[in-house]
């Protein structure tokens, strides 16, 4: 299977460009948070209230190794921001597919998540946000998930700031990507 998977950080844009190389490659796409979501019948804020994050994670490992058995044809799939970090994911994403890495300036993230009021929707963030001020709390919490997260993410065949579909498209192609 030579599915393409969109890692990175949160509001790295891995759903929207995802949208935009799988009409571009005329693929199917799928956003493999929706699909825990729907799997689990609750949203993600539900899950870790009722499991943790552990609980969250044994269902996104389920789910990315359905994903990397897809019977079907090829997909682009966004990931979660921590779903190369954990149980072998990176081990999935690489014997199944194509994995690049969205590395969005820290900046950019930072504007995109404060405009965006994200921790009401994204857990990790809103036990971080609760402790300072909005935007220390966001800077520090994205300069640490960075920290902890960057050498799962480093391993990804192709690392790009993003952009426009058609320049990623160059790029992944220039990588050995094979669409």
Known sequence: MNHLYLIGLPASGKTTLGRQLAAH???GFLDLDQRIVADAGQSIP???AREGEDGFRRREAAALAAVARHPGRPLVVATGGGTPCFHDNLAVLHASGFALWLDVPLAE?????ARRNQAATRPLLAATTA????QEALADWLDRTLA???R?????????P???AAEVATALEAA???P
Do not use: D, V
């Not at 993230?109 to 998540?113: D, G, M």
């Not at 799962?152 to 790009?160: E, I, K, T, V």
């Open 25 to 27: 490659y005329g693929r």
């Open 46 to 48: 539900e899950i870790f």
């Open 109 to 113: 993230l930072k504007r995109r998540l």
């Open 131 to 134: 402790a300072a001020t909005p």
């Open 148 to 150: 902890a997260r960057s």
């Open 152 to 160: 799962f993410y480093a391993q990804a065949r192709l690392r790009h």
């Open 162 to 164: 993003g952009g426009p």
């Open 176 to 178: 050995g990507f094979q």
